[in-house]
């Protein structure tokens, strides 16, 4: 790069380890629960995927290890971030939003957000830590909640355990 010009590349970045997202089921999606804007609650997540028969194991204080170890099983994890504003302003807990943890690298964390363009960004780890905390509607703050959820019988819903993450070189 030389003063006054820019060098513009295309490629494609991947995740080290990802979780496939998919379903064994066909369909389509016929209802929508919530607007846009709406509270949702951590327990309204669990009782909905309850509801479609999936298993659900939620926790705070899941910390990167925890969510690691989730997603290299082939199991995304629902996390609440701080989704916008700048770094200071994570610590009042008024930007809320869930993302789907799908794939880590020794850098990020790759998540589905359906809030961004081609719905994929990528938070490196201490940024990702910083972020993962949110307060409900009742005020209560959940720090490092990981909301995950297979479908009966391992993540695959075939009691296989083998595991569709592919570890990127």
């Known amino acids: 790069k030389t003063h ?19 379903f064994r089921v066909a369909g389509k999606i016929v209802q929508r629960s919530v607007d846009v804007g ?7 997540i669990i009782a909905a995927a309850r509801r479609m028969r999936m298993r659900v194991a939620a926790r705070e204080g899941l910390g ?9 099983a082939g199991v995304p994890v629902i996390c609440p971030v701080q989704a916008w504003g700048r770094r200071g302003d994570y610590r009042r807990l008024d ?3 869930y993302v789907v943890a799908i794939g880590f690298d020794g850098e990020d964390v790759i ?15 201490a940024d990702f830590l910083e972020r993962w905390v949110d307060k409900d509607a009742d005020g209560r703050e959940y ?20 595991t569709k993450s592919r570890r990127i070189k």
């Not at 006054?4 to 998919?22: D, H």
């Not at 709406?38 to 309204?44: R, S, T």
């Open 111 to 125: 998540c589905q957000d359906p809030y961004l363009p081609g719905s994929r960004g990528r938070l490196p780890h």
């Open 95 to 97: 930007s809320g939003h």
């Open 64 to 72: 990167l290890k925890g969510l690691f170890k989730a997603l290299s």
């Open 4 to 22: 006054g010009q820019t060098l513009l590349l295309a490629g494609t970045v991947v995740p080290r380890i990802e979780s496939t997202l998919g």
């Open 38 to 44: 709406a509270v949702v609650k951590p327990g309204d």
């Open 143 to 162: 720090r490092q909640l990981g909301i995950a959820a297979w479908l009966p019988g391992g993540p695959h819903g075939d009691g296989s355990r083998r």
